[in-house]
């Protein structure tokens, strides 16, 4: 017999970073800032990350492209294993990230790419608890309290799926 299952998760609308509480609006700003060391002449799309860590340390991310297309790597991606490489073992607290298309802050939030997604829910997994992550747009915030959120059934190592 098949049954049937349901997930569903809230979120939080903002329509400004100023309406956001102090520590994640700081942390959206500094996700803007990272936008200028952003390496994107091929798309022209920049991406800006900012995390912030239990020791209370920001580290931020942008995306930098490369010539052979698939060598970039996102701003996600650039933070969080920065953020590994620098604080091992130190848990996230939360995360931001910012876009702009040819110099422009994009309208809507940012949506972090499957690949990123994975490893925001590996780096969550690895801290022992969920982390606040804030997608921000001109338009509108979004903030999720988890990072499972972004991506259901996510892939699982051979060691975690066969515990
Ligand atoms: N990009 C990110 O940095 N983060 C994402 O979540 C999606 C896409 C980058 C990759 C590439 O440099 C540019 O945005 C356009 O896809």
């Known amino acids: ?4 299952k349901e997930l569903s998760f809230q979120y939080k609308e903002f329509e400004r ?8 609006k700081d942390l959206a700003k500094k ?10 002449p091929y798309s022209e799309f920049a991406v800006g990350a900012a995390v912030l860590l239990d020791n209370s340390e920001i580290v931020l991310g942008s995306n930098q492209e490369n010539g052979a297309y ?13 953020a590994g490489s620098q604080f091992p073992g130190v848990a996230v607290k939360a995360m931001a990230v910012a876009a702009s298309f040819k110099g422009t802050p994009i309208a809507e939030p940012v949506s972090p790419c499957g690949a990123c997604r994975q ?21 509108r915030i ?12 996510t892939f699982s190592s051979v060691k975690e799926a066969t515990k």
């Open 31 to 40: 996700a803007k800032e990272a936008l200028t060391t952003s390496y994107s």
């Open 17 to 24: 970073i100023e309406d956001l509480p102090l520590e994640l």
């Open 70 to 82: 698939p060598s970039g790597l996102c701003a996600e991606r650039v933070a969080l294993f920065y």
């Open 1 to 4: 017999m098949a049954k049937s």
């Open 119 to 139: 490893v925001m829910i590996e780096t969550q997994n690895l801290g022992g608890r969920p982390y606040t992550i804030v997608m921000v747009g001109e338009k």
């Open 142 to 153: 979004i903030v999720l309290e988890d990072a499972k959120f972004l991506l259901p059934f």
